[in-house]
C-alpha cells in the first residue's frame, strides 16, 4: 500500500468496487478509463470550477449494502491538469488513517485525522440530493421515502396546485428514474402545469439526466409561450444542459442568442457553466462572445471568458475565435481589455 500512486490504484487495491463524479458544475458521471488519465495528467480535468476538480469519490466492497463517499476538491495546475502533490498528499492522509482497508469504521482518531483532510467539502444540497438519488438508481436500490409520492403528483392525480407535499429529494429521485415506470409520460403531460415551486428543483434535478427527444422537445415547446420569462427560461435550459450536444437544443440556444430580447446574466451563465457543449463551435461560440459582450460589463465577460477558457471541451474554439477577424469592434475592445489586464 505504501507504493500507491493514485486513487484508482487505493481503490481497487482495496477491492472496492467504485464510481466518480463531478460534483462542481452538475453531477455528472466520470468513466474509469477517463479519472485513470485524469490522474496520471494525461489529459485535463472536464469539468474544471475556479481552478479546482470537485469530486465525489462512491465506494463500496462486495456485499455492502451502503456505498463510502469522499468528497474531495483538489486544485489544477493553468493546463487543467491535476495538481499531483496534492493528490499524493490526499492518498497519504487516507493510508495513514485507514491504511489499506478502506471501509473499517474508523476510530476516533482515525476520524479526527480523516476530517482534517484539507481537500475536503460539502457540496451544495441540491447535488447531495441528486447524488443520492443517481447512486441508488445505479446500485439498484429502493428510491427515498419520497417518491412514491412524488411520482403520484407529478401524474396529476393530486392536483398540480397541491404540491406543498412534494421533497426536493423525491424530485431527485423522479428525475433519476425518469426513464422507469411511467415518469417520462407524466413529466411530459405535467410540464405546461407545473407551478413554480416544482418546475425550479424539478429542472435543476434534470440537468444530470440524458432526456429522450420527447422530453427534451416538451421543454423546448415551453419556450414559445408568450408569458415566457427570463427566469424561467433559464430553468428550462438547466434542465436540457445535459443534452446540450443534442441538435434540437442548439437550435434552441442559437435561437435564443439570436432573437431573445430578454437574454440576461442568468441565461448567459447557465449557456456558458451548464450548457457549454452547445457552443463549441466556432460559429455558435463568436455568436456566444458578441451577444456577451453587448449585455455585461467588462468584469464580467473577463470572468465568463476565464470559466470558458477553462473548459477543455470549449478551449480550443475560443482560442481561435479570439483571433477571427468576424468579430465585432466592441468584442474586439472587449478582448483586448482582458488580455491587457492578463499582462498588466
Known amino acids: 500500500m505504501n507504493q500507491v500512486s493514485t486513487i484508482s490504484e487505493l481503490l481497487k487495491l482495496s477491492d472496492s468496487s467504485y464510481r466518480i463524479f463531478d460534483m462542481g458544475r452538475k453531477v455528472s458521471k466520470i468513466s474509469k478509463q477517463?479519472?485513470?488519465?485524469?490522474?496520471?495528467?494525461?489529459?485535463?480535468?472536464?469539468?474544471?470550477?475556479?481552478?479546482?476538480?470537485?469530486?465525489?469519490?462512491?465506494?463500496?466492497?462486495?456485499?455492502?449494502?451502503?456505498?463510502?463517499?469522499?468528497f474531495v476538491k483538489f486544485p489544477l495546475d493553468e493546463r487543467g491538469l491535476l495538481n499531483q502533490a496534492a493528490r499524493n498528499h490526499f492518498i497519504a492522509i487516507i493510508l495513514e488513517a485507514l491504511g489499506g482497508d478502506l471501509s473499517q469504521d474508523p476510530s476516533?482518531?482515525?476520524?479526527?485525522?480523516?476530517?482534517?483532510?484539507?481537500?475536503?467539502?460539502?457540496?451544495?444540497?441540491?447535488?447531495?440530493?441528486?447524488?443520492?438519488?443517481?447512486?441508488k438508481r445505479d446500485l439498484k436500490q429502493a428510491a427515498s421515502?419520497?417518491?412514491?409520492?412524488?411520482?403520484?403528483?407529478?401524474?396529476?392525480?393530486?392536483?398540480?396546485?397541491?404540491?406543498?407535499?412534494?421533497?426536493?429529494?423525491?424530485?431527485?429521485?423522479?428525475?433519476?428514474?425518469?426513464?422507469?415506470?411511467?415518469?417520462?409520460?407524466?413529466?411530459?403531460?405535467?410540464?405546461?402545469?407545473?407551478?413554480e415551486q416544482v418546475f425550479a428543483p424539478l429542472c435543476s434535478a434534470l440537468e444530470n439526466q440524458t432526456l429522450s427527444i420527447n422530453t427534451i422537445n416538451a421543454f423546448i415547446e415551453l419556450t414559445k409561450s408568450t408569458e415566457l420569462?427570463?427566469?424561467?427560461?433559464?430553468?428550462?435550459?438547466?434542465?436540457?444542459?445535459?443534452?446540450?450536444?443534442?441538435?434540437?437544443?442548439?437550435?434552441?440556444?442559437?435561437?435564443?442568442?439570436?432573437?431573445?430580447e430578454a437574454i440576461d446574466l442568468n441565461i448567459l451563465v447557465t449557456i456558458s457553466a451548464r450548457a457549454w457543449l452547445a457552443i463549441t463551435?466556432?460559429?455558435?461560440?463568436?455568436?456566444?462572445?458578441?451577444t456577451l459582450v453587448s449585455n455585461v460589463e467588462q468584469d464580467i465577460f473577463v470572468a465568463?471568458?476565464?470559466?470558458?477558457?477553462?473548459?477543455?471541451?470549449?478551449?480550443?474554439?475560443?482560442?481561435?475565435?479570439?483571433?477571427?477577424?468576424?468579430?465585432?469592434?466592441?468584442?474586439?475592445n472587449a478582448i483586448g481589455l482582458l488580455f491587457s489586464q492578463v499582462k498588466g
Open 304 to 332: 465568463i471568458f476565464q470559466d470558458l477558457v477553462a473548459l477543455p471541451a470549449v478551449r480550443p474554439a475560443l482560442l481561435q475565435s479570439i483571433r477571427t477577424p468576424e468579430r465585432s469592434p466592441a468584442l474586439s
Open 229 to 260: 420569462t427570463p427566469a424561467r427560461l433559464t430553468n428550462i435550459l438547466r434542465a436540457l444542459s445535459a443534452n446540450a450536444a443534442h441538435q434540437n437544443v442548439q437550435a434552441l440556444i442559437l435561437g435564443i442568442l439570436n432573437d431573445y
Open 281 to 290: 463551435e466556432i460559429e455558435s461560440l463568436l455568436l456566444y462572445l458578441e
Open 145 to 195: 421515502q419520497y417518491y412514491e409520492h412524488c411520482q403520484l403528483y407529478f401524474s396529476g392525480k393530486l392536483g398540480f396546485d397541491n404540491w406543498q407535499g412534494v421533497a426536493v429529494q423525491g424530485i431527485c429521485d423522479f428525475a433519476a428514474r425518469i426513464g422507469e415506470d411511467k415518469n417520462e409520460q407524466y413529466l411530459i403531460a405535467a410540464l405546461p402545469h407545473l407551478p
Open 108 to 135: 476516533e482518531k482515525q476520524e479526527e485525522l480523516l476530517k482534517a483532510n484539507p481537500y475536503n467539502f460539502t457540496p451544495a444540497q441540491y447535488k447531495l440530493a441528486s447524488m443520492n438519488s443517481i447512486i
Open 34 to 70: 477517463d479519472f485513470e488519465k485524469v490522474e496520471q495528467a494525461m489529459q485535463p480535468y472536464p469539468y474544471p470550477v475556479q481552478g479546482h476538480a470537485e469530486l465525489a469519490i462512491i465506494f463500496w466492497q462486495k456485499k455492502a449494502t451502503t456505498p463510502f463517499i469522499w
